[in-house]
């Protein structure tokens, strides 16, 4: 079994990462398997060194600590070139193109195809999208040149070898689309998927990285110890009643 942490470093972590760092170390750590790091930070317009930094160091605190150790460090920003070479083995076995819609005409969730048939050329401004049978044309590559998140996690999952890919439910609807285009990449094999529970706000939003009564820095400030904060979060998503202390190493025992 490899699975993978894989936050973004658009701000700090909080109860909502805690949560999912107990899921993918405690269900490795059951299973004996081993966890990669990875710094999904494809989005380089809110993705901050300063974040992936304090998150490195939020991390080691709390005591989870990667199999692979934080040296090198895969991060997105490193991989144009693997994916430049992805985007070109999908250009050879499926329909690739330019699509210049905002995404104010996108309404629904679906991308209808409307560029599909227009053959406009690639340039700046305009995204990439690859066809997908009955899942709406993936983007690739937005406007501003950003490669989307569906295309990077799923060259880098390929990349890492991962087997299991342990994330929040509310990345379950993209699962179809990321295995869709996997097979497009010329992969046989599939991960298991394994969506978990989601901390909500007590109006039933997501955590947001700047609630900061749930920011790990703020607890840990608050005089909160990294065991403590685990238990947190663990009671949080309901892996258990009432808060307790629990160390990283302890937490394959809530499994
Ligand atoms: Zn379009």
């Known amino acids: 079994m490899r699975t993978r942490y894989a936050p973004s470093p658009t701000g700090h972590l909080h109860l909502g990462h805690v949560a999912n760092a107990i899921y993918v170390w405690g269900l490795a750590r059951r299973a004996g398997g081993r966890v990669w790091l990875r710094m999904e930070n494809h989005d380089r317009i809110r993705c901050r060194p300063e974040y992936e930094a304090r998150i490195l160091e939020d991390l080691a605190w709390l005591g989870f600590e990667p199999d692979g150790g934080v040296h090198p460090l895969l991060r997105q920003s490193d991989r144009e070139d693997r994916y430049r070479e992805a985007l070109g083995q999908l250009r050879r076995t499926s329909h690739v193109y330019a699509c210049d819609c905002s995404r104010k005409r996108i309404s629904s969730d679906q991308y209808d195809g409307f560029c599909r048939s227009r053959g406009l050329a690639e340039s700046p401004g305009r995204g990439i999208r690859v066809e997908m049978n009955g899942a709406g044309d993936l983007l690739l590559r937005d406007r501003d040149g950003h490669w989307t998140y569906h295309f990077a996690v799923t060259v880098d999952d390929i990349d890492q070898r991962i087997t299991h890919v342990i994330r929040g439910e509310d990345l379950e609807a993209t699962t179809s689309r990321q295995v869709e285009l996997r097979r497009m990449l010329g992969i046989e094999t599939v991960p298991i998927y394994i ?61």
């Open 195 to 255: 969506h978990h529970r989601l901390i909500l706000k007590p109006n039933g939003e997501k955590l947001s990285k700047s609630a900061a009564d749930t920011g790990v820095r703020d607890l840990r400030e608050g005089g909160l110890s990294a065991d403590e904060v685990i238990g947190r979060a663990a009671a949080a998503v309901g892996l258990i009643e009432r808060p307790r202390s629990i160390s990283a190493r302890a937490v394959s025992d809530l499994f």
